[in-house]
């Protein structure tokens, strides 16, 4: 049900005419009716010419559209935009016989803002960023069976850390439909994997590096490899598994090292060609020249906002100019950033110049992403938030 309307400043609808799923509050001329967080709201140009509907939130971001259609969305729209993302993942190959877990809606790239949806071999985990996704959650499972049939056994809806204000005290998570068992095996690329979608970060597994461990097997082969910030040690498996000689995981949770070994047990070996070590990953640099032919540097998020931007980038620079000293002549190193407010020329200024402080001499090898089941939309350029290289070091 609409709750009402927003019209926005002359000259503001641009960007919505362009697809662009945000409003920011700021170009907002006048709000009318009942319009509470997660409302479903018109919203109209300053002629009153209807631009589309999308959920309202008291915020920066006043309204994530949904639609950009005269006519109001009804109920159909969820499984409507469902059946369009799971026709893209099977255009990328998703799922296989050997890969089973995927991310099924990554947001604004699968036009609905504010909502995950990521699969793991029969079981979907939701997560809202929104109160309008949490609002319409059932409506969502619900479209979800309809939509996948027999091949969805589960849906967890986990939001209790990712939906704003108020919501976030109350007991969210919850099975909307069947019951899980956790941890839950999964295959990727024919490596095996533990989720614990109840008790592990995001929604229990980080499927967007699945293409950049794919590779990192290509440059493992019969080398030592210190995987850095490893959490559940996706990159460690799959460098095992093409045949690294010793493989090294670092973490300062000791939670993150448990699941890793977890993991490298699951997948038959054991610690004659891996160890872990539950120490911050700075610390564990030091002393360490020559030693590794291949380093992963994938921390978290280093600024999740702007005022933060400028202490992540020198977090980045720190980190790379450390890899790049130790690392033996002839390395590689797959270093990432997931911030989204640290863009990929940042990214890249800021791997330059740990070069230059670090003086070695470097070479670009692959500039990397995320999968195409984190799709980007061309008209949502924000949505592209991992970013990658994979450099040889002299």
Not at 8 to 28: D, N, T, V, Y
Not at 205 to 215: A, G
Not at 225 to 239: I, K, M, P, Q, R
């Amino acid at each position: 049900m609409i709750a009402g309307k927003v019209v926005l400043k002359k000259g503001k609808e641009h960007s919505i005419q362009r697809f662009h799923p945000w409003i920011f509050s700021g170009a907002i001329q006048t709000k009318e009716g009942n319009l509470e967080d997660g409302s479903l709201t018109e919203v109209l140009d300053f002629k009153n010419n209807t631009l589309g509907f999308g959920h309202y939130q008291n915020g920066s971001i006043a309204v994530r559209m949904l639609s950009f259609e005269k006519k109001s969305p009804d109920v159909k729209l969820w499984q409507h935009k469902l059946t369009t993302a799971i026709q893209l993942r099977q255009s990328a190959g998703l799922p296989s016989k050997t890969t089973k877990a995927f991310r099924l809606i990554h947001g604004e790239g699968d036009g609905l803002p504010g909502l995950i949806i990521d699969y793991y071999d029969g079981a979907a985990v939701m997560q809202a960023h929104s109160v309008g996704m949490h609002l319409y959650r059932q409506e969502i499972a619900n479209a979800l069976k309809e939509t996948m049939g027999d091949d969805l056994k589960v849906i967890y809806y986990k939001s209790q850390s990712t939906v704003p204000g108020k919501l976030r005290d109350a007991e969210l998570d919850e099975y909307l439909h069947g019951m899980g068992v956790v941890p839950h095996v999964i295959p990727e690329n024919g490596n095996k994997f533990y989720v614990d979608w109840e008790e592990g970060q995001k929604t229990g597994f980080f499927l967007d590096q699945r293409e950049n461990r794919k590779l990192l097997g290509d440059y493992a082969v019969g080398k030592k490899v210190l995987n850095t910030f490893c959490y559940t040690g996706g990159f460690s498996v799959y460098a095992l598994n093409a045949g690294a000689k010793l493989v090294h995981s670092v973490d300062a949770s000791a939670k993150a090292v448990a699941l890793t070994e977890k993991n490298i047990e699951l997948n038959g070996f054991n610690a004659e060609i891996h160890k872990c070590f539950a120490v911050d990953t700075f610390d564990f640099l030091k002393g360490k020249d020559g030693e590794y032919d291949v380093i992963i540097l994938d921390p978290p998020a280093f600024a999740k906002h702007r005022d933060a931007r400028h202490q992540a980038v020198r977090g980045y620079q720190r980190l790379n100019a450390e890899a790049m000293r130790v690392i033996k002549p002839g390395g590689i190193i797959f270093t990432f950033s997931c911030s989204q407010v640290v863009d990929r020329q940042l990214f890249y200024d800021t791997i330059v110049s740990a070069a230059i402080q670090a003086g070695r001499s470097i070479k670009v090898l692959h500039h990397l992403t995320q999968p195409a089941d984190h799709p980007v939309s061309i008209f949502h350029p924000e949505g592209e938030y991992l970013k990658g290289l994979v450099l040889y070091v002299e």
